[in-house]
Structure formats: C-alpha cells, structure tokens
C-alpha cells in the first residue's frame, strides 16, 4: 500500500524522528516536508499527517498544506508530537478532513521536547522525547493500520 505522510517538523525534529522509523519499516512510505514539496497527493492510497503542536495546534503549515492538496474521500491518519498530551490538537485538522471527507484511520500522540514559545524560558519541557519507546511506537501504530 503506498503511503504518502505530509508533514511539519521544526525546532528539535521530534516528529521527522516518529517519520524516518517509519519509513525505514516501510519502503513504500514517501515523506513530503509541506515547506519543500508541493505534491499532487492523488496517487497514495493513504494519507499520513505529521506536525509537531504551535499554540494548541498542528501546525499552519500543514493545515494549509492539507486543505489545498488533500485528496477527498482519501483515508488518513494523523500523528503529532507536542510537550504535553492534549486530545484537542486534533481538533484543527479534522475540520480540514471533515471537509476534504477524508477516513480517520487513526492517531498517534507522543511527548517532544518542546522550547516553542514561552517553553524557551525555562529550558523547555518534555526534555529527552520521543524516546525510543515512543518511536517504536510510532512504528506499531502504523503497521497496525487498516
């Protein structure tokens, strides 16, 4: 099954690290950086969705990425990786998918190091995540979809 994960990782790389485990298990995963790539998203029979959480959320530029280029009707799955574990990070990009009338396969959540923002002033939190734990995780919950 081709895969294709659009993603936003800045700062420390937390969520490219879940991303490149991933891809390592599975030769038919493309990885497209929203900021480099402006990719016709047609061709993968699933749709991955990456950020690191900006003030709540994915990030803007995957929001923006997904609402342009998104395939309707296409399955997905969504991944974040944020200081810490809220449900509602979600929130933003499924009202992208809801209008893209995209499948939710599934989500996977997991602790990054985060320095965004006022985090900056007090050496940041979450401090030594994802760990290899989390990363193998990651790469469970992805050979577990549907």
């Given at each position: ?20 485990a ?20 047609s ?27 998104l ?15 809220r ?18 396969l ?26 290899a ?14």
């Open positions: 099954m081709k895969t294709g994960i659009i993603y936003y990782s800045a700062h420390h790389g937390n969520t490219k690290k879940l991303l490149e991933i891809r390592q298990a599975d030769e038919n995963v493309d990885l497209i950086n929203v900021t480099e790539e402006d990719r016709d998203l061709g993968y029979d699933r749709i991955g969705i990456a950020s690191g959480i900006y003030y709540g959320s994915f990030a803007k530029q995957v929001l923006a990425y997904a609402e342009k280029h395939p309707i009707g296409r399955p997905v799955f969504l991944i974040c990786t944020c200081g810490a574990p449900k509602s990070y979600y929130d933003q990009i499924r009202k992208v998918m809801e209008r893209r009338r995209n499948d939710e599934g989500t996977y959540q997991c602790l990054g190091f985060d320095t965004f923002g006022p985090f900056r002033l007090i050496g940041g939190i979450a401090k030594n995540h994802p760990t734990d989390e990363v193998a995780g990651a790469v469970r919950f992805y050979r577990d979809l549907k």
